[in-house]
């Protein structure tokens, strides 16, 4: 049901600090728009009635995404999807995250929504936070009490939450680059190419003189967080990736799944398809990576 | 609550509105500025484009995007395609392919095709899809829309003003 938004103040601060005054002011009240994508649509649906909104719109900056000296990717608070899809550097760089941007089929989503808003929402389903576990992005937050990194795993707590103050803004996440030798992949399952993932999934592998030197998996949407499969990436650690032997990662990568039912999926299909998927991820990164990068 | 004034450039056109701060963008074009062509389809979820419009050439969720943090940039919504000479080239392809079923996601459509070609002149249907994707046609009329956009890429191409 769509409705008039609840009355509530705009504010439009012209610098982060500004901003962040704003939110201690008004801590526990206010709310950060970026996009909108959610923080809109959940006030129109009357879940959200913040009395305050600060903008972040007006101020300047905030969409660089840039490859620093050292090749770290590094992307601003309004960096949006639509940006990330097109930058060459990322495709280059990151094609995982390339791809789970690529598939969301929305242009007007991708175009309005950022990376760092979706982060925000916290949504186990996220395809960009599966992308960025596997790639070990560190998110950047700043606050009153000042600068706080963490690595993506830390921001996320459940359920479906993060570790974000009220009077914090996630301000950059950023990306080393891929070692030499590693290949990426990103699957998802979902009801239609519009849809939210019933199960997503990336992987990134790095081979080093025939067998796995590293080997993230992480999980999305059966859990009541993103999950790494830690388990299932010992089984493949050290051993070269074959194709009995990422079966069995991927059987492994089932059993760490807590997947719940919903009305997108049931936990039983759920964990079936955490294996097809990992299986299909690990093998296609073990093979691009096996390509000079 | 407080209302503010506020200058729209609008379809090439200035407005000043006295807008409140939880106005969004599509009750500013239908309500207060009696542009109608704007829909307001789904559930105000993102999921079905029909509101979209261009905000600085950008394709944008005019339901999802609050008026005020619109203001002083261009929008362009479907009234604002046609000229004195005549509809624009999607417009008329829209007509000449059967495109139009009930109307209701046409502008949305019209205005997601814009964008499209206004940076890829020369799309090939693949693209042309990915493009609507986040226009949806509770009609399924996909084929014909797909179509429509190709002719009046070619149109464009040939020299038809944008």
Known sequence: ?293 | MRKESAIFHVNGHTYEVLVEANLTLLELLRDRLGMTGTKQGCAASGNCGACTVLLDGRPTLSCLTLAWTARETPILTIEGLATAEGLHPLQQAFLDCGAVQCGFCTPGMILSAKALLDENPDPNEEEVRAALAGNLCRCTGYVKIVDAVLAAARTLRIGGER
């Open chain 1, 1 to 293: 049901m769509h409705r008039t938004l609840r009355p509530f103040e705009l504010l439009e601060p012209a610098t982060l600090g500004e901003s962040l005054d704003l939110l201690e002011r008004h801590h526990g009240r206010a709310r950060v728009l970026a996009g909108g994508i959610d923080l809109v649509a959940k006030m129109r649906r009357w879940q959200l009635a913040p009395e305050c909104v600060v903008s972040l719109r007006r101020i300047p900056g905030l969409e660089r995404l840039t490859v620093d000296q050292g090749g770290s990717l590094e992307m601003g608070p309004l960096v949006s999807l639509r940006a990330v899809e097109r930058s060459a550097s990322v495709q280059e760089g990151w094609p995982v995250l390339h791809e789970s941007v690529q598939q969301i089929a929305s242009v007007q989503v991708k175009t309005m929504g950022t990376v760092i808003g979706n982060l925000c929402v916290a949504t186990p389903a996220s395809d960009v936070a599966v992308a960025l576990y596997v790639l070990d992005a560190r998110l950047t937050l700043m606050g009153p009490k000042g600068e706080r990194i963490l690595p993506i795993e830390e921001f996320f707590v459940p359920v479906a939450s993060s570790v974000l103050e009220g009077d914090e803004i996630v301000t950059q996440v950023t990306v080393g680059p891929l070692a030499r030798h590693t290949g990426t992949a990103f699957q998802k399952l979902a009801h239609t190419k519009a849809c939210i993932a019933k199960v997503n999934v990336a992987a990134l592998v790095t081979r080093e003189h025939g067998v796995c030197s590293m080997v993230r998996i992480a999980l999305g949407a059966v859990g009541s967080v993103v999950i790494r499969a830690r388990q299932a990436e010992a089984v493949l650690a050290g051993q070269p990736p074959d194709p009995k032997l990422i079966a069995e990662a991927a059987d492994v990568a089932a059993s760490e799944s807590q997947p719940q039912d919903d009305l997108r999926s049931s936990a039983a299909y759920r964990r079936r398809m955490v294996r097809v998927l990992v299986d299909r991820a690990v093998t296609e990164a073990a093979r691009t990576g096996w390509k000079e990068r």
